[in-house]
């Protein structure tokens, strides 16, 4: 969830939650016939942490998805992932897995800048070639783009997933629609981000 939503009344609730990455936060959810409950405090202790993890982690990667392949100006190949589930971007947290289930390999040793623009959608690119400083920033485009569009927006920050983790790699300007790149200790081959982010049509989750 953005941590924008975190707000106070429901931070006491949720002592639980941690922080993942800039701007997200970590929470488990109750996925019923017609709404979706945040768990509490209580919940969780009821349930037992390491159970809930492990129940959480089992239906998560259940959670239906398509892949595609994306190339937004012919240059690095992105792979975008999108469901109808608004816990497919959720996905992004066990990345290397879900890269195996999609693809049938898992990512590279260097992981794989991913971008997670709306609840329905990630797209990430394997550090594996020399198109890293491209994927970054078509990676930066897709998500500005899908992240404006919606719906369930996200964040439209690029993150280097790294052995688990998730760390910041662009830095976003609302006020001039601008992308620049973190302080943050980035992969391998430092990438410039996009300054003039484009938007991307493809790979787009498909809802009901």
Same mark, same amino acid.
């Given at each position: 969830?953005?941590?924008?939503?975190?707000?106070?009344?429901?931070?006491?609730?949720?002592?639980?939650?941690?922080?993942?990455?800039?701007g997200l936060?970590?929470?488990? *959810? =109750?996925?019923?016939?017609?709404?979706? @409950? =945040?768990?509490?405090?209580?919940?969780?202790? @009821?349930?037992?942490?390491?159970?809930l993890?492990?129940?959480?982690?089992?239906?998560?990667?259940?959670?239906?998805?398509e892949?595609?392949?994306?190339?937004?100006?012919? @240059? *690095?190949?992105? #792979?975008?992932?999108?469901?109808?589930?608004?816990?497919?971007?959720?996905?992004?947290?066990? =990345?290397?897995?879900? &890269?195996?289930?999609?693809?049938?390999?898992?990512?590279?040793?260097?992981?794989?800048?991913?971008?997670?623009?709306?609840r329905?959608?990630? &797209?990430? #690119?394997?550090?594996?070639?020399g $198109?890293?400083?491209?994927?970054?920033?078509?990676?930066?485009?897709?998500a500005?783009g *899908?992240?404006?569009?919606?719906?369930?927006?996200?964040?439209?920050?690029?993150?280097w997933?790294h052995?688990?983790?998730?760390?910041? =790699?662009t830095?976003?300007d #609302?006020?001039?629609? @601008?992308?620049?790149? $973190?302080s943050?200790?980035?992969?391998?081959?430092? *990438?410039?981000? &996009?300054? #003039?982010?484009?938007?991307a049509?493809r790979g787009?989750p498909?809802?009901?």
């Amino acid at each position: 969830m953005r941590r924008d939503q975190l707000r106070p009344e429901l931070a006491g609730a949720l002592c639980y939650a941690r922080t993942v990455a800039d701007g997200l936060v970590f929470a488990y *959810a =109750l996925d019923g016939p017609t709404t979706v @409950r =945040l768990l509490t405090d209580p919940d969780v202790e @009821r349930a037992g942490l390491e159970e809930l993890g492990e129940a959480a982690y089992a239906n998560l990667m259940r959670v239906p998805v398509e892949r595609e392949e994306v190339s937004v100006e012919g @240059r *690095a190949l992105l #792979h975008s992932v999108y469901g109808d589930s608004p816990f497919v971007a959720s996905k992004a947290l066990f =990345l290397s897995e879900l &890269a195996r289930q999609v693809t049938g390999e898992p990512l590279p040793d260097a992981g794989a800048p991913v971008v997670v623009p709306t609840r329905h959608l990630l &797209a990430y #690119h394997p550090i594996a070639d020399g $198109s890293l400083a491209d994927a970054i920033n078509d990676l930066a485009a897709y998500a500005f783009g *899908a992240h404006e569009d919606g719906p369930g927006a996200l964040s439209p920050q690029v993150y280097w997933w790294h052995r688990g983790g998730l760390t910041s =790699l662009t830095v976003i300007d #609302h006020d001039t629609r @601008r992308t620049s790149a $973190s302080s943050r200790t980035p992969p391998p081959s430092r *990438a410039a981000a &996009a300054q #003039h982010p484009r938007r991307a049509t493809r790979g787009r989750p498909r809802l009901a």
